[in-house]
């Protein structure tokens, strides 16, 4: 270091779990840490390496699979030059890097697992100048500073994802002694670039019975949604039993998703016995062109002739184009349980349309959500969906009621649309009703003009909403997506690729949300899984009915059906937790102490909610996040929970005089931190 141009030789060292093929780097806050772009993060060197783990906590002991251990307790270390006297902000992250070919193509980053606690490492030059010896002498461990350890699993940079799935009752064998038996399953990825370049007969000699070569740059995970691996897990030889109703997912993450290709191998499972292989099917890439589709492959025995078939389910996970998403700060597994219950306003003021206590405003209104934060709505709760011309829209249902008048008659028809196939302007010109109204008697309504002002009325565009609503009130997100219900009745059809659909409500949310605090759902438990991995800094909820087969048919996803399979589910997706329909926790109030043991948040929906005796026992239990109607009627005061919060710790500040009285937290440059903490 020399005074004159305050210029400092910083030591970042850390020691960190890794993999083969892994390295550790380090993001901050200026050109030289990468301003939190990992593509520009620095790449540290190995210092040193031990066979095994590194010292953790009690919690991250209980994700580990019972596998053999294959990582290294390395201590990673480099010299970074920063320059002047202010603060430097940085973190660290695991991941694999593929340099490019090209000088006009970035390298390709695969985002391991990075620190998330919210407020950031800091580097002081003022701290550092008292004892630089003490201070490059030390070793940080990965993920643990403040007194806190936050690591997260990386999102989807610039590789996409594979989830493979078998459930329920998949497997037909054709020969009565097969039927009957269990079955071990492994999958492995192959390789397709190869095909082209194969001589005949070579791929028998060289691969065995794979048609083309395993993919050794790809590794397949394997999970199960019960008790028995949950977590994503090394595969052994014999591959993973599958049992009869369960519900099994096999992952792997790759650059070049349409080369990649899988071979599933099917064992005898019995008692004391080494499994048998039986046989073996292949899910090729040409299989893979849809983002999700079930397809029936036969499986071929040992003999070479085909002996039974099984559904596999997949889902292609890919990253957004062009969405630029920084390490600066992430919210997608942080809660304050220590928080009270949060009060958040169905559809804004509620619903309009079908449930008691209606709301004297229209829902899903810009009027309708900032009137609840008026009344100190925590969050709002609006569902998302996209018009024919690709805009994210607010509204609840599928359809709408357009009013037609008949050839012959001058009365005046409601038919049924989809929403989906109506331009965001048809839908905000045209006169629209809820699509109950085709079945209602009650017609007095249908020739009177609605004229009521912009703000009250339907399909205001997210972006719209997301500019005129307090920032001070959280949005809980609901994305909208058709599903298949038991009884065989779709919601909707040919809607949306899933993959565009999320990137286009994602773009938007990225783009326009600020400082809000923001948290998605969805019913649809893939779409939970796309919005996880293709973000970094929101939270995630799947909204499921539970148990309840009364007030609403159920759904055809077994993870949809009950709040176990739910907790399962939230677990290996990483979710922060679960919207659990209120009937059912009532019918078992034992469940929402299971979801906390399983460290997930628990926000709840439902017309028995509109009670302020239910609201009261859900408090007590514990629930994070209660949503309702008529937020008006049933909370005291005109303030949310946030900004009480933001309140006192500005006066506390102001009293310590770190804080002017003529600044907000809000107002704080982002590199103070503090602004993090208000908004967690």
Not at 285 to 311: F, M, W
Not at 452 to 466: C, G, S
Not at 582 to 609: H, P, Q, Y
């Amino acid at each position: 270091m020399t005074m004159m141009s305050v210029t400092f030789e910083v030591m970042f060292r850390v020691e960190a779990e890794v993999e083969s093929g892994e390295v550790v780097c380090v993001v901050g806050d200026c050109d030289r840490l990468g301003n939190w772009d990992p593509h520009h993060a620095v790449v540290l060197s190995r210092e040193s390496s031990s066979p095994g783990q590194c010292r953790k906590n009690n919690q991250q002991m209980e994700n580990r699979c019972d596998k053999e251990d294959r990582k290294t307790c390395d201590v990673w270390r480099k010299k970074v030059k920063l320059c002047g006297m202010k603060n430097y902000n940085y973190r660290y992250f695991v991941c694999q890097i593929i340099e490019s070919d090209s000088e006009s193509t970035e390298r390709t980053v695969k985002v391991i697992r990075w620190e998330t606690n919210i407020l950031p490492r800091v580097f002081s030059p003022a701290d550092y100048m008292k004892d630089p010896g003490k201070y490059d002498a030390e070793i940080m461990k990965f993920g643990e500073y403040g007194g806190k350890n936050h690591v997260t699993k990386g999102w989807l940079t610039d590789q996409s994802e594979i989830h493979i799935r078998i459930h329920g009752n998949p497997i037909r064998m054709w020969k009565p002694k097969y039927r009957k038996q269990t079955y071990r399953i492994k999958c492995t990825p192959l390789d397709q670039r190869y095909k082209d370049h194969l001589d005949e007969d070579e791929e028998e000699d060289e691969w065995g019975t794979h048609v083309s070569p395993p993919s050794t740059f790809t590794k397949v995970l394997v999970s199960t949604l019960d008790e028995r691996q949950i977590n994503h897990c090394v595969q052994s030889e014999s591959g993973t039993i599958f049992e009869t109703g369960s519900y099994m997912i096999f992952t792997a993450e790759t650059t070049e998703p349409e080369s990649l290709g899988f071979q599933f191998d099917f064992y005898v499972n019995q008692e004391g016995v080494t499994p048998k292989h039986i046989g073996y099917c292949y899910l090729l890439p040409v299989d893979l062109k849809k983002s999700n589709d079930t397809k029936t492959v036969p499986i071929t025995g040992l003999n070479h002739k085909p002996i039974g078939q099984i559904d596999l389910d997949y889902l292609t996970v890919k990253p957004v184009p062009g969405l630029d998403l920084k390490m600066d700060v992430s919210y997608q597994n942080y809660w304050k349980f220590e928080r009270k219950s949060l009060d958040v306003g169905h559809r804004g003021m509620g619903s309009s349309y079908k449930h008691k206590k209606l709301a004297a405003v229209r829902e899903n209104t810009v009027q309708s959500l900032q009137d609840a934060a008026n009344h100190g709505a925590d969050y709002v709760e609006f569902d998302v969906q996209l018009s024919r011309d690709m805009i994210p829209v607010i509204y609840h249902d599928f359809h709408v009621a357009i009013t037609y008048r008949k050839k012959k008659r001058e009365e005046l028809e409601f038919y049924q649309a989809s929403v989906k196939d109506l331009k965001l302007s048809e839908l905000q010109s045209m006169k629209l009703a809820h699509a109950s109204r085709i079945s209602d008697n009650d017609r007095d309504d249908i020739h009177e003009d609605d004229i009521d002002p912009t703000d009250l009325q339907p399909f205001p565009a997210l972006e719209r909403v997301f500019e005129a609503v307090n920032p001070a009130t959280g949005f809980n997100v609901e994305i909208k997506y058709p599903q298949e219900k038991v009884n065989g009745e779709f919601e909707e059809i040919n809607f949306y690729d899933r993959n565009k659909y999320v990137d286009i409500i994602l773009r938007v949310v990225m783009r326009t949300a600020g400082h809000r605090r923001v948290v998605f759902s969805s019913f649809d438990p893939d779409i939970c899984i796309l919005v996880q991995r293709k973000q970094n800094k929101y939270p995630t909820l799947l909204l499921t009915n539970g148990e309840d087969v009364e007030k609403y048919v159920p759904y055809m996803d077994l993870r949809t059906r009950s709040i176990d399979m739910a907790i399962y589910f939230a677990t290996f997706s990483n979710l922060l937790g679960i919207d659990v329909l209120t009937s059912t926790l009532f019918r078992n109030m034992n469940k929402i102490e299971k979801v906390k043991e399983a460290k997930l948040v628990l926000f709840c929906w439902g017309e028995d909610n509109n009670d302020s005796n239910a609201i009261n026992t859900l408090k007590q239990k514990g629930v994070d996040g209660i949503i309702y109607d008529r937020i008006d009627f049933f909370k005291s005061g005109d303030k949310s929970v946030f900004q009480v919060e933001q309140e006192q710790t500005e006066r506390i500040l102001m009293s310590a005089g770190l804080l002017s009285p003529t600044d907000t937290l809000q107002n704080l440059e982002p590199s103070s931190g503090l602004e993090n903490e208000v908004n967690s």
